[in-house]
């Protein structure tokens, strides 16, 4: 009981410095990879100082409430998370944060934000089924959906769910909005819709954005690791060397790849879906 | 180099510019120049932006909406108009359009010269205009923590004035 207690501080006070460091790594990394030197590590936590510094311009004062919405329901998720609670009801509160993001953008009549809105829910269509089935995943090899009991399993859970590892890391580019996905928002600059989502975000409520941002980046890396993680002790540094050839795989495929339209986001999602963790599902009905 | 901490964000914006002078705005974050070493990201959303580039003229059409940029931006701002048609209106000065450089329709805190301005005068530029960002920023706080207090506060220094075209919008300071 102590050791979640634990768990769920850490996770609320530490998730957003160590997301705004993998921020700060990605666009180094990024720049390096493009040839450039890129900003200091720590750029992010100085761009989060300035804009909680500037003057705040909001569209309607019900945009800083359904971004508070937001924060604090991606908070909830990932106490639900740590605390070793049912995976599939920290997705579904996951979904639900995820809607008052559409709320905050949609809120808006400004032509980019709900056409960024839009997009939100159709990348939302789009990742659903693989998030769900890799919760139906746990479940058939483990009997449970509770993180707590899926981490002192005796074998690493991605032997059994390669499929649904391969599916997750294929809509973790849609959840972390890196190109080829990054139909609704994306990182750094590059424009579509003006900003998509963020558009109307003014300055203090970007900084709650980015914020809330950190700690999903966090919680779904997390995710990745518990595949990993099992009752030996060992699998924790190897869950951590994982989730971080997996970040660099993101920014790898984000600096190699040009965004696409939502059709095919939405169909190539759903495909590799069916066939990696729709295979998987079978495979392991079959075999238990 | 003092400034490791700012975090300056871009709105660019062509008046009517040849687009000699955008062509070296957009290279001073390619790699040989790289401003985003120095935190610079190129926002296209006034409303994130701390620092507006203008390039080009001003004519008659698009006077109001530089404005309308200019108004959208929250404070604390910094304008820099790059090359000699933002700042005067360079060769097109005489055109039967052009009312002159961007200070005939938002003040301008830096002017940037060339024809088209070099990417190291750019970066020149946007790291004066850094550094009075964050004297301004630095004013700002200080106001806002003057009206927590209860005492009075001089409105901002605004010399030009608002636009009768002005988007009104609520929150903010």
Redesign the interface.
């Known amino acids: 009981m102590a050791a979640k207690m634990i768990w769920v501080l850490c996770y609320i006070l530490l998730a957003p410095f160590l997301g705004g460091l993998l921020d700060g790594i990605d666009r180094r990394i990024s720049a390096r990879m493009q040839g450039r030197v890129g900003p200091p590590l720590l750029q992010p936590f100085y761009d989060i100082r300035k804009l909680l510094s500037k003057q705040t311009i909001a569209v309607t004062r019900s945009q800083g409430f359904m971004l508070l919405i937001y924060l604090l329901l991606m908070l909830f998720t990932g106490c639900m998370f740590f605390a070793g609670s049912d995976i599939l009801m920290c997705f579904f509160v996951l979904s639900t944060a995820a809607t008052f993001l559409y709320f905050a953008a949609a809120i808006t009549d400004s032509p980019y934000s709900t056409i960024g809105a839009s997009r939100e829910l159709i990348q939302m269509m789009a990742y659903e089924p693989a998030i769900l089935l890799t919760c139906v995943g746990f479940y058939l090899i483990e009997k449970t959906f509770n993180v707590s009991e899926i981490i002192t399993s005796r074998v690493s859970a991605i032997i059994y769910l390669p499929g649904f590892f391969a599916a997750f890391l294929f809509i973790l580019t849609i959840k972390m909005r890196k190109s080829p996905f990054d139909t609704s928002t994306a990182h750094h600059a590059h424009q579509e819709l003006v900003k998509g989502v963020t558009t109307e975000f003014g300055a203090k409520n970007l900084a709650l954005f980015q914020i809330t941002e950190w700690y999903e980046t966090v919680l779904l890396l997390s995710v990745v690791g518990l595949f990993i993680v099992n009752r030996n002790p060992w699998s924790y540094p190897a869950a951590v060397l994982v989730i971080l050839s997996v970040f660099f795989l993101e920014i790898l495929i984000d600096n190699t790849c040009a965004r696409v339209k939502w059709e095919l986001m939405l169909k190539s999602t759903w495909i590799v879906t069916l066939l990696t963790a729709g295979v998987n599902t079978l495979i392991l009905m079959l075999i238990r | 180099m003092a400034n490791?901490?700012?975090?300056p964000?871009l709105l660019h914006y062509d008046g009517s510019s040849c687009n000699g002078c955008d062509i070296e705005v957009l290279a001073a974050l390619?790699?040989v120049y790289?401003a985003?070493?120095?935190?610079v990201?190129?926002?296209?959303?006034p409303?994130?932006s701390?620092i507006l580039l203008i390039t080009g003229g001003i004519n008659t059409q698009n006077v109001k909406i530089v404005r309308q940029l200019y108004n959208?931006m929250?404070?604390?701002k910094v304008v820099v108009a790059v090359g000699v048609c933002a700042c005067t209106g360079g060769v097109f000065k005489d055109c039967y359009n052009i009312l002159g450089g961007a200070d005939k329709a938002i003040p301008v805190d830096i002017y940037v010269p060339g024809c088209a301005a070099r990417p190291e005068s750019i970066i020149d530029g946007i790291i004066q205009a850094v550094a009075l960002f964050q004297k301004r920023?630095e004013e700002?706080?200080a106001r806002i923590s003057a009206r927590k207090k209860g005492e009075t506060v001089p409105p901002y220094d605004e010399a030009w004035p608002e636009p009768d075209n002005e988007v009104k919008?609520?929150?903010?300071?």
């Open positions: 490791v901490n700012k975090s964000w390619t790699p790289d985003e070493r120095f935190g990201v190129n926002t296209g959303d409303m994130q701390d959208q929250p404070r604390p920023l700002h706080g919008m609520h929150g903010g300071k």
